[in-house]
């Protein structure tokens, strides 16, 4: 954190188990995720970036969204500039994120709650619960 960095947000991240980076396959977002890992790294090493708001390009056929285009992107940028102990964690663009925050519910009182939401929102709802397990797994 730059010097004028809050206490609070040093005290937080310097407290924390790990901190989850979310990047855009953008490139303001890019540069700015890469400027927050530079400045959380000084205080804690646990850093994983979530790759977010990825969508399948024209023509792209994977069966796991750490292959998409955006999600690949990401790594390469975080790997080249940062290095490779950084792990890249998938998260596709949904609609769910609206949802949950204008309802107030989890994905999953969402899903509990409604059918059609348990089959829209399965695969996002898969990638919360590899990130929660990494996490888990990693920094429990």
Request: charged letters at 25%.
């Amino acid at each position: 954190m730059s010097r004028d960095a809050r206490p609070s947000i040093v005290s937080a991240v310097s407290q924390s188990d790990v901190v989850l980076v979310p990047i855009y396959n953008e490139l303001k977002c890019i540069h700015a995720g890469i400027h927050t890992i530079r400045e959380l790294q000084p205080y804690n090493k646990n850093i994983v970036v979530v790759a977010t708001k990825l969508v399948k390009r024209k023509g792209e056929t994977f069966k796991d969204w750490a292959d998409s285009e955006d999600a690949k992107n990401i790594k390469a940028v975080v790997d080249h500039t940062i290095g490779q102990g950084i792990n890249v964690l998938p998260l596709k663009f949904s609609r769910a994120f609206d949802t949950i925050f204008e309802q107030e519910l989890s994905i999953r009182q969402l899903m509990e709650k409604d059918a059609l939401a348990r089959y829209t929102y399965r695969d996002v709802a898969a990638q919360f619960d590899n990130l929660l397990s990494y996490i888990e797994t990693h920094y429990a």
